[in-house]
């Protein structure tokens, strides 16, 4: 694992895999829109606006998904000092938030018709917006430190304590009495939906994956020649000070 | 164990000589419950009926303005540098400084929660409740919010981004305890969210002053 902790090396390989992940991601993404919105039936209750049900439950898992992410990198960054990790863990945040973001309003937007409601503070909703709000106050931390080498561990604590909500989103359904709808695809008895809906949801889902790596290799490459830059200045402005020391006690 | 003690009662003093422990959090307390009537209308139901949330919110608005004289006072003179030097391991001096938060924060609050349950006419079938839940709800935001305060300690714009880390956190505790006090009145049993809240307290006693020692450390790098 030590191996790929060189950036040059990380670099490199982050850059011959970038172009197979980008276009996963578009082709899954144009097959799993075709497949949703055209190919698979509309239900029998809901009509078509069960489609944006590919949108939305993608979303959702993505928003879980990138925070175990965070908190794995944060652990392993934290445990045994691979310096990437850390940098895993900020750059995926924001792409996390988004899909959170995402998330909530699609599913707002889902709700309106369904639900005859924009907003509910039930357990899945208000549990979700409780990982909204970590992922920003995560985002907040790394903001707050001058120096960003430094704002890696504690942010990894702080990654790592949130962690907590996400098991209470995955349950939420099943502990608590709530409007949303309950585990239909990783439950105890496999997946609830039949295979028409189900195929599509996981295209989409996959899809969603593959366009996180890429925009996660995009963000570390931007993260590490950042670090790299901010090394360069510091280092110029200290050239220039001791330059301008010199000269400034030669008078 | 003298040690544990001689910190707790030594923040415990500290916090009475500078003001800062249970005057100015009960003012607060008082203040913040008035603007609600004030806000909203003196109407007896209405303010009855929020007024469980509105005490709830308003504690934990004390409590959180509160931590960070947790660790910032003692960070900026090296005391907390020295106290993690000493033979008391950290973890258990974070737990002496978030206990003495507490009994400087969280206890008044819980002693003036039914008077001021009074003043926003909360059923008086909830009173009981009301006391226990704050017992078991106050520390817990001490400890939580001790872990929010290692982590600013030391950042330069620490105040502001404090709540920002702590509030997703307090707001389980939040939940449960005014399912609580709400179940009271309305006749059910309380005991489920106040065995939750006691869980909470009990991961939050054991984990938390880990955490915070943690991050502790970190700011001292």
């Not at chain 1, 959702?60 to 940098?87: E, K, Q, T």
């Not at chain 1, 938030?97 to 709700?111: H, Q």
């Not at chain 2, 079938?125 to 300690?153: D, E, F, N, R, W």
């Not at chain 2, 809240?197 to 054991?206: D, P, Q, R, S």
Request: glycine share 8%; aromatic share 10%; charged share 10%.
């Amino acid at each position: 694992m030590h191996r790929f902790a060189n950036p040059t090396r990380f670099l490199r390989i982050a850059g011959a895999v970038l172009p197979w992940c980008a276009s996963a991601t578009v082709v899954l993404l144009a097959v799993g829109l075709y497949l949703g919105l055209f190919v698979a039936p509309p239900d029998y209750q809901q009509g078509d606006t069960v489609r944006i049900m590919f949108v939305h439950v993608p979303a959702s898992w993505m928003a879980l998904f990138v925070y175990s992410v965070m908190a794995g990198a944060s652990a392993v960054g934290f445990i045994w000092r691979h310096p990437l990790n850390d940098l895993v863990a900020k750059a995926s945040a924001p792409i996390g938030a988004s899909f959170t973001f995402v998330a909530l309003v699609t599913g707002s937007i889902w709700g309106q018709p369904m639900w005859g409601t924009w907003w509910v503070w039930d357990a899945r909703l208000t549990s979700v917006l409780i990982l909204f709000f970590l992922y920003l106050g995560y985002m907040a931390l790394w903001q707050a430190y001058d120096d960003p080498g430094r704002a890696a561990k504690p942010a990894a604590i702080l990654a790592l304590v949130g962690f907590v909500n996400v098991p209470i989103i995955k349950f939420s359904v099943d502990w608590w009495n709530t409007l949303h709808q309950p585990a239909s695809v990783i439950t105890a008895s496999g997946p609830k939906i039949h295979s028409s809906i189900l195929a599509p949801l996981l295209v989409m889902i996959v899809a969603f994956t593959f366009y996180y790596l890429t925009v996660l290799i995009y963000r570390l490459r931007a993260e590490i020649l950042a670090r790299k830059i901010r090394v360069i200045r510091l280092a110029q402005v200290e050239g220039r000070a001791a330059a301008g020391a010199v000269g400034g006690g030669a008078d | 164990m003298s040690a544990f003690l001689g910190l707790l009662w030594r923040d415990v003093r500290l916090a009475f000589k500078q003001g800062g422990a249970a005057t100015m959090t009960l003012m607060f307390f008082l203040l913040t419950v008035t603007l609600f009537p004030l806000g909203v209308g003196p109407e007896i139901e209405v303010l009855s009926r929020i007024s469980t949330g509105v005490l709830l919110v308003a504690a934990l608005f004390a409590s959180m303005l509160s931590l960070d004289r947790l660790f910032q006072a003692d960070y900026e003179d090296g005391s907390l540098e020295l106290i993690s030097l000493s033979p008391l391991p950290l973890v258990l001096a974070v737990l002496a400084k978030s206990a003495a938060h507490w009994l400087t924060t969280g206890l008044p609050l819980v002693i003036a929660a039914p008077l001021l349950a009074l003043l926003l006419a909360m059923d008086p079938s909830g009173y009981p409740v009301l006391i226990l839940t704050m017992l078991l709800a106050t520390p817990s935001l001490s400890l939580i919010g001790a872990i929010g305060a290692a982590l600013t300690v030391g950042v330069r714009r620490g105040g502001v981004l404090l709540p920002l880390l702590v509030l997703p956190l307090f707001i389980p505790v939040l939940i449960f305890a005014v399912g609580a006090v709400e179940a009271a009145i309305g006749g059910l049993t309380p005991r489920p969210h106040l065995f939750i809240l006691a869980a909470i307290l009990c991961i939050a006693a054991v984990l938390g002053p880990w955490a915070s020692a943690a991050a502790l450390r970190l700011a001292f790098e």
